[in-house]
């Protein structure tokens, strides 16, 4: 078992920047992928992006890439998701998981889930 809690998020214009950090409970977890995905209101749960251990080889939607940045602070244990120039469309509730798949995208995958974190974006 391990427990993710994330943080950072908040209310912000179009434009501005946001820093998601998920910190997890343990630090002797190998072969894994730590993915961040957000739900928009009404909408389903997507992917956003991913980060994979050891290695940290990085996953991007199409939508965020080139806005977003996953890394991995191995001091802290934490993933963070670097949000760059948002949008209102980013409004919405992120969340950080875990899979032990080698499916990053895959929501289906992730056994282990932070509460979430809500950004909201205004124009």
């Known amino acids: 078992q391990v427990q993710l809690v994330e943080s950072g998020g908040g209310l912000v214009q179009a434009g501005d920047s946001l820093r998601l950090s998920c910190a997890a409970s343990?630090?002797?977890?190998?072969?894994?992928?730590t993915g961040w995905f957000r739900q928009h209101p009404g909408k389903e749960r997507e992917f956003v992006a991913a980060?994979?251990?050891?290695?940290?080889?990085?996953y991007y939607a199409s939508s965020v890439n080139g806005r977003f940045t996953i890394s991995r602070d191995n001091a802290e244990n934490t993933v963070t998701l670097q949000l760059s120039g948002l949008k209102p469309d980013d409004t919405a509730t992120y969340y950080c998981?875990?899979?032990?798949?080698?499916?990053?995208?895959?929501?289906?995958?992730?056994?282990?889930w932070g509460q979430g974190t809500q950004v909201t974006v205004s124009s």
């Open positions: 980060i994979k251990k050891p290695g940290d080889m990085t």
């Open positions: 343990r630090r002797d977890l190998n072969n894994y992928i």
């Open positions: 998981a875990i899979t032990y798949s080698n499916l990053p995208a895959s929501i289906g995958h992730y056994p282990y």
